[in-house]
Each structure stands twice: as C-alpha cells, then as structure tokens.
C-alpha cells in the first residue's frame, strides 16, 4: 500500500465540509445518522440519495467514527468522480492496517512459509471481507444500504458488533460505479411525479460499458475495474467477496449464494464450501430477521462470465452476490400473486422447497424491502467471518497450498509465452493484464528448450501453474471447453444458455500465442516486479521509417502522425523485405516521431528502397457511429472506448442528423453497432435483445420510456444510409447490425445462422478458427489463420447467386472442419466454410459487414485489425 494510496477523503472533501460547518468536533461518541444526514431513511419511497452526498456521508463518518472507518479515495472514476474504498475496523486494527494487510498477503500466498510461521500469522491476521455495491448503477439498493452499514457498524454498541471489529477488517466499495449512481439518480429526479416516474435511464449508465461494467473484470479495460482488481487481486487478497445486485421483479425477493449447478472446476473445492457456509448463515439470518423471497442455490449457476463475483472463486475467494427483486428504481412496485413466477434454474415453480421456504406473497415491493435484505446479507457475512476469524484464515492458508500443489503436479506445468509474436505489444498487454490479477509472471533471460522439444530465444514469458491463482491462469491461457452434460442441457435435451460467454480465454481473444509445456521451462527465470513497458525506437540518422502493419498499436501511431499532418503511405505490393499492410513515412522531426514511439511502442524501422509504385497515401476516414436511445447499446459504448484507445477519431450520430440526410457531406464511413434490426430502425421488437447472447435482464417496455428516448431511424433514416452508400460512403455493420444491412439494402447474402433451432446450431460466446484473406487491404496485417469469437445471434454469411457475385469479397472465412478451439459449438455445419466478414460492393459505395465479434467489449485485440483497416483508406 503506497502512500498516495493511503491518501484519505478527509483533505479532498475539507474546504466543502467547513463550509457545512461539518467540521466542528462531534460531541463524544455521538455520529450523525443517515437519516439526519439525507435528510430521509434511506431505502424511502421515492428517494434516492447522490452520489456526492454520500462520499460526503462517509467523510463524515471518518471524523466522527473514533477512528473505525477510514475512506480512501483510489482516484477518478471515468467521469472524474471519486472512487472510494471504505475500511471498517477496530481502532487498534485500523491503526496497524499496513501490517494486517502484510499478514494476510503472506496467508493468501504462503509459499516458502513453514506451516508453524502459517499458524503464527494466523494469529495475528484478521479476517478481510469486501463488499462492493450497485456496479450495475440501476440496482440501486446496495449504493442506498451501504451508509446505513457502515452507521450501524459504528454506532452500534452490542457483542456482535464489537466482535466484528475486532476480527474482520471490511472493505466496502459503496458503488461501484459512481458515474452511473449519479446518471441513475438525476435521471430518477427528473422522472419524479412524471407518468415516466422509475423508468430505466435511456442511456447508457457507464460512459462506456453499461451494464457490461462486469465483464470487464479479467480484461480490466475501465479504470472502475482497475480500482477493484487492485483492492480484489493485489492489494489485499479478502476471503470472502459480495457484490450486490438486482434482478427481475417477479420471482424471489433476494438470491443469495450458494450458486446453482453447473460450477466451474478448477477452483480449490473448499471455495464452493464456503460459499455454502456463508449462503447457509445469511439464508439463517434472513429467516430470522422475518424476511420472506429467500432463494438460495438457484437462478445463478457457478459458471458464469469471469464478472467479479464470478472470477473471484479463482483468486480464492469466496466470490458471492446477491440479486434482490427490482422495484421502479425508489418507486414502489405493485406486484399481484398471480404474477409471481417459478420456472427459472432451481426454481420450477413458485412454491416452497428448501432452499425456498417462505415465498414472498406479493403485494407492494419497495426499494427499502431491498435495503433491509440487503444489509442483512452483508452483516451475516461479517458476523460470520468474526466467529470464525482462525478458520476463515486457515481455509485462506490451505485453499492457497493445495491450488498451488495442483498446479506444480498438473500438466501443464507452465504456459510460455514466446515474445517472438505476430503482434509482441499485444503479448505484452496480455503480460500486463495477468499482473493485474495478482498473477505472477517471469522471464527467462536466456532461450531455452522444453521437454516438449520447444525452442524459445531469450526473453519468452512463463507463467508457472505452481501459484495460488492457478484456477485462474488455466481459464486465461488455457483451451476451455464449455460442459455438455444434464446441467446445460434442458430436458428435451436442448442446449442451456450459459449465463454470458462460454470461455474467457484472454490469449484467444486476444490473438497471442501461448504455449502449455508439461514441465517447467529449465534455466533462470526472473519474476516480473512491474508492469512491462514498450517502448519504441527511431532508426536513428535515416529519412523514410517502416512501421509493422502487424501491430494494432501501428494504427495508433499512424493516429498521431497522423493529428500531425505527417504523410503517411501503406505497402500493397510485398518486397524488399516490406509486408502489404506496413505503413511507411517519409521525413519528420525525429523528437515528435521518438515521443510516439515512446508512446506507442512502435518501432520507427529505416526504411530502404523506394516503395511509391506498390503503396498508397493513408487518407482518415471521416468516421459517425451511430447511437441509440433504448438504454444505449454496449456494443456502441465499448467500440467507442476502443476507437479513442487507439486515437480514431469518430462523431456520435443520433436519429435526428441520419434522418436529416446528405450523410456524405460530413462522413465518409458510418458505423453501425451490433444491434437488433428493430432496435435500429425503431420499429416494435419483438424482443428488448441486441444480437449478442445477453444475460436475463428486465428490459422494460418500450412505453416505459418517454418519447424524445424511444429512438429508431424508420424509413427516412434507413432511405438516408442507403443514399450515403450509394454515393460513396462506407457502411461498416458489426455483428447484428449486419443483418440490418441485409435487408434493407437488399444485398446478396444469407444469415446462416438464422432461424435455427439451438439443438441444429448452437454456439454461445465461444472462439472459432477461421481464415483470413491477408491479402486484401481489410484484412492487411493480419496471420493466414486465426480465431474469431462468435456469439450468439452473430450472423454468418452466404452469397447467394446473383448478375453481379464479383460485388462480394470474402475477408474472413470460418474453418472447413473442427471450428471449436475454445467454448461450445453444436452443428459446426452451420458455419463451417461459411464467410465471417464480408465486403460489398453498392453503387459507388461499399458495405462492410462483420458478423463475428471483432472488437466485443475491448476485449478481442487478435481482431482489432479487421475494423481498423476499414477506417483508413
Ligand atoms: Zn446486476
């Protein structure tokens, strides 16, 4: 913990708190309530308390709490707004903190300790809890509870409490999204005592992510994430970890853990015990406190998406949520018996069973039912852990041991990653992203062969399975196949949804190469202590630089030589030891090209020879992405993210300025994000769903929305992309969207993985090997052969004959057989053969569809290419 890390709240918030007059001592003992402080009890019918109002809470507790909460504010959010981590102990822990986080990182990580040292530290240790709120910022009942927790922990005067204090240190994020706490709160406002009162906020509530904030969680692309995984995966590795959610309003009132089947192996199983023995107290604790709707072991299955809550089981730790029923936001919810439904995982029918024994009987639902469930929840995990504190700490000891046993006799006993790559700076992001998850990686300063017969020249990465995150590290680097067995499988023996992907596989996504070798690598190995840097050089004393057309971070360099004016000129013809797809410049002050080299780390190679006969100018596209109302569209969100990650620029277009028309005059490309054709053109969907496979979320009618939100581009819109294409511009459709320009621009291609049944076809999240035309300047820089992760709805396409086939390019193409390389793929037929990417050809202008995902959530940089190379002509 460093000491701009310590640095508290308190000195941010001062000059506002002194000008409240809030900086007057407290009378002794004495801390203001939630109540006095909000001015209402929190969890009140159609009151949401701010964002800011809260951080100003916690300030206040920090003065008056007698020294058992500290706030550390771990930076800007997105938006610029403070991101806290609350810490709630005893005075004497607090005060010793640094040491107590020492303890518990030798516990969580106890290699080189003799069992006699475990047991000393043991202890000494105290029980390290986290809890983190409302990361989906329209579930607001945890970011509501959190005030009232951290009140009752303080001003509570019972055994209970002081037991908590005394044996578990708690670590609360009271949102985990404060961007969208305050987006959900104003919103909430301005809905106030309209017939729109509790509506869903028509736009996104993360300015890049929305509600797929969590499945960002092992590719940490937002700096929410970046905050959790420092206090999650580093900084302090907690037994136990809560995150606190909503679900639909017509089942259970509260799920609480354990998951339901199937569960993710690879965990130690002491894990999913726990998460048992925390459900079991809670689900006791709810019962009796009198609360009805308690669900447990149900709705969410233990394999999930690598969200925090999901990921966390493979840092091991007790990774744990809780879904309370929605109300309409702080307006309540009526809701009829008749209405309340079965017939989710776990729960076939709404009636008592076990894990379900006292059903909610309907009536008014109300966002402080949710507080109370809430904080019920939350205190029995705590009151847990400090009856328990020496076992916690023990399973913490043992989970860790035994996982990195496993690893040092599994095969394989290592993964290497070569940093000879078709890409070495994406190899090098993925080396950040694993010592982002606490994961340890080292480097072998000499080359060195396997005993697999592999070869490696100095510098290759290795990444041993003898850790405590090796769970993890097999899931990241590892094939991973998705189960087929009774608990995906309906009972007509069609396939079950998995709750979002089928694999998480990083190096997949993100088109590294990484190698599993059975043994560990032989030789010296060094651990990586810091994030590893790139940093590119200028080929010094020379007038025309080469710039790897493989690399993605080319295309940012190009960006800024670019924003310079710099001419820059793309290879077509190979030779002369130049790829097609390499850029190339000629002249420039050698400072500007050193800073984006540093910035990029891109080599500026010399350049020999004269390359003018086989190149072209790099001319920017004038680039409009379209965006939407009906509570945004994530895919929008995340591309938007990447483009401004690898500096293109691009203008957000709404309705209004498509209807308008004379697209051409201001764009020379249209992006088009995955979506649904309704959703685009506004007409009735039939389903709330864009084309991705989506997690069960309420979606709201669309009435429910007021009207200036319910977006759609209807005939005037679709006539105006259509004549923007036709005059010249450049249509780009990913995913879904695809489908759209499909029909509407008639072309010649079928969507073959429509209209399927999921026992014909079926194919969730997974990566699928497919072909790449490298040749062609779309798919410039790319390998002969690679992956493509294909979702759900994605489209894939056939050219159906036609006066004019020669319009169409196949840019990618799936495998002819054996597609699956990680996740789940039923009736490969399908696809097999079949394009992936297409380019059209439309009057003087062309359409270019993607249909797998290219650029999903950020995350798959092997394809990043592929939509980079349509932006630049
Ligand atoms: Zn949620």
Known sequence: MSGT????????LAPALAGLGLLAPAAQGQITSPEKHFGFQLGSDRKIARWDKIVSYFGLLEKEGGGKLKVVNMGPTTMGNPFLLVIISSPDNLARLERLREVNGRISDPRGLAEQQVRKLIGEGKAVICQSMSLHASEIGGTQMAPELAYDLLSRRDEETARILDNVIFLMAPSFNPDGAIMVSDWYQKTLGTEYEGANLPWLYHQYAGHDNNRDAFQTNLVESKYMAQILFREWIPQAYVDHHHMGPYGARIYIPPYAEPIRPLADPLVWREMSWYGGHIAYKEEEAGQSGVINMAQY????????????????????LTESASAKLATPLFVHPQQLRGGTRGLPAYEAQTTFPNPWPGGWWKLRDIVERQKISAWAVLDLAARNRETVLWNAYQKARRQTERGAESKPAAYVIPSTQHDPLTAIKLI?????????????PKGFTTTGGMTYPAGAWVVSLAQPKMGLIRYLLGRTLYPDNEWTRARDGSPMRPYDMATDTMFEFMGVRVDPADDPPPGELRKLTAAVEAVGKVAPGVSGYVLDGRLNDSFRAVNLLLDKDAAVRRIDRAGGGLRAGDFVIQGGSEAILAGIARQTGVDFAALKGDIQPGSHEVKRQRVGMYQRYWGGNMDEGWTRLLLEQFGFPYTSLMDAEIKRGSLNDK??????????TARITGERAATGRSGGERSAEFIPPEEAYPPEYRSGLGNEGVNALKAFVQKGGTLVTLGGASNFAIEKLSLSLRNVAANKSSKEFWCPGSTLRVKFDSANPLAYGMPAEGLALYLGGSPAFEITPSEHNERYEVIVRYADRDLLESGRLVGEDTLAKKAGMIAAKYDKGRVILIGFRAQHRAQTHGTFKLLFNALIR
């Open 667 to 676: 764009y020379d490309l249209i992006i088009l994000p995955d979506d649904s």
């Open 5 to 12: 890390w310590m640095r508290t709240v308190a000195s941010l």
């Open 432 to 444: 950040n992203k694993l010592l982002l998850q606490g994961i340890e990686v080292q480097q072998a």
């Open 301 to 320: 299955s233990g394999w999930g998406h690598f969200g925090f809550h999901w990921i966390t089981p493979f840092h091991n730790i007790a990774g744990m």
